[in-house]
């Protein structure tokens, strides 16, 4: 049976999933970052997968989602996509300082995922901390500062906005930038996957980074799964692949 409780960490709304009768052990530690306009509620089969596996696992809302969605829909924050990323960067250490303290962390064996957005958030997490022990990438993008520009260019009305700002905004994404410095993977277990027909994240530029880097030594235990003609949507199957690589990675 799979606990679930509702919590809030320095005023950040989490889901927290374990297995019952390991409530008050110390357990390996994995985070998994839901979609952009999705909630912690809607990775529920996620974090209920890695937590059957013997994992303390943290779903955690981003900025604008979920419980912090104060007004509207999280849709009318687009202008703000990267920011609500940067926030879930610098409060990932807040995060995994309250689990640190309050349950431990078996042997430090930390685990970080996530989806569309979140896997985007997964690449970023990677690039800036070297405490994480594995990630799992599902359908995001390892170069934010290209697939920025790319989103800029798709949003009605960026043509009316100082392009000097927008370059801005753009090069403030570098140091969290997979893609600019891959060598920070540093032989740690990362998986990704991506379905060819994905409209909203591009299949080829995340595929293309894995042929990039898969020769180098920094990289010797990234792998990579393609589903050929899947969208963007994380099926069962690929959700049960991702939950079954942390059992690898963190056993």
Not at 75 to 90: A, G, P, R
Request: with cysteine; hydrophobic share 40%; glycine share 6%.
């Amino acid at each position: 049976m799979i606990t679930i409780t509702s919590k809030e960490i320095k005023k950040i709304p989490v889901l927290e999933l374990v297995q019952s009768d390991k409530k008050e052990d110390v357990l390996p530690l994995v985070f998994f970052y839901h979609g952009w306009t999705g909630c912690k509620e809607k990775v529920l089969t996620q974090g209920y997968e890695i937590a059957k596996r013997g994992f303390r696992v943290v779903l955690p809302d981003a900025l604008y989602h979920g419980d912090r969605l104060v007004s509207g829909k999280a849709s009318e924050h687009k202008l703000e996509f990267w920011k609500i990323i940067v926030n879930s960067i610098k409060e990932f250490p807040d995060l995994l300082a309250y689990y640190r303290e309050n349950f431990g962390i078996k042997d430090e064996k930390v685990g970080v995922s996530g989806l569309s957005m979140g896997g985007i958030t997964t690449c970023a997490l990677l690039r800036t901390y070297p405490q994480i022990t594995a990630g799992v990438c599902l359908m995001g993008s390892p170069a934010p500062c290209s697939f920025a520009r790319q989103l800029l260019h798709a949003i009605p009305g960026m043509e009316d906005i100082d392009p000097n700002y927008v370059e801005e905004q753009v090069k403030a994404l570098e140091v969290v930038d997979l893609s600019l410095n891959p060598q920070k993977i540093a032989s740690r277990p990362v998986h990704f996957w991506h379905g060819t027909a994905d409209e909203m994240v591009p299949y080829q530029p995340t595929k293309a980074f894995f042929d990039q880097i898969k020769n180098h030594s920094y990289a010797e235990n990234v792998t990579f799964t393609t589903t050929q003609g899947a969208a963007h949507k994380v099926s069962y199957e690929t959700t049960v692949e991702m939950a079954d690589k942390f059992a690898d990675y963190l056993a």
